[in-house]
């Protein structure tokens, strides 16, 4: 039934309005400020995503207009002003913050947006618990806008994990967990994790994650 699907939906509506927050705020604008909004794409027919927008904006959607002509108007418009295309500054800087979880909420952001790339970040950390034979590090991404304090802010993704296996099992203050973040314009993101004794410094564990796309 229509509200079946509309619950089975209504998180990703409510996700795709936090983005659209999202963008307006790095824009410094608010929805008050917007004239109008086209909607593009087969989900630009469904009810309940053109209430959602009405809802936030204030006025209804347009919605009707054939997706492949108004694609090409945008890039029209953008290929006309100058003072948007810059091909040169494309990925010179971060669009997102880039960090890791830690004390179960608290978010460590390791590279800020707006960073110069290429960039490399380390960091330290120790196990939360005594002999842990495993440790997972969750890596997030969050938007300009975001407050980047806590893994439970607005903008906040959640777009990896490295998990830490064969861990000798010691009391915690007995191991260091490197964490590295590489961030360029070739390779995208790359985060390595180790573990090592403190007091002999060899290396126990280590693994590593690659994402292309992370900007």
């Known amino acids: 039934t229509r509200t079946q699907f509309e619950q089975w939906i209504g998180s990703l509506v409510k996700q795709t309005i936090d983005k659209v927050a999202n963008a307006l705020a790095e824009a410094d604008l608010t929805f008050e400020e917007i004239d109008i ?7 630009s027919h469904i009810p309940s995503v053109q209430q959602a927008i009405t809802d936030q ?14 694609i090409a108007e945008g890039a029209a418009i953008l290929m006309g002003n100058s ?3 810059q091909p040169e500054r494309i990925h010179d800087v971060t669009n997102h913050h880039f960090g890791v979880l830690y004390n179960r909420i608290d978010f460590d952001n390791l590279i800020p947006a707006g960073t110069e790339l290429p960039v490399e970040k380390k960091t330290e950390k120790m196990p939360l618990t005594d002999y842990a034979e495993e440790l997972v590090i969750n890596v997030y991404r969050a938007s300009k806008s975001s407050k ?15 998990t830490l ?4 099992p010691k009391l915690k203050t007995d191991l260091i967990i490197d964490i590295t973040f590489e961030l360029t314009k070739k390779y995208g993101l790359t985060v390595n994790a180790v573990v ?20």
């Open 37 to 43: 909004v086209v909607l593009a794409g087969g989900s």
């Open 57 to 70: 904006f204030g006025f209804a959607p347009q919605y009707d207009r054939d997706v492949s002509r108004l």
């Open 83 to 85: 003072d948007i295309i």
């Open 148 to 162: 980047a304090q806590y893994t439970t802010d607005i903008g906040m993704e959640h777009i990896e994990k490295l």
């Open 165 to 168: 296996t064969n861990i000798p």
């Open 196 to 215: 090592r004794d403190r007091e002999t410094n060899e290396i126990l564990t280590n693994a590593h994650i690659q994402k292309h796309s992370a900007y």
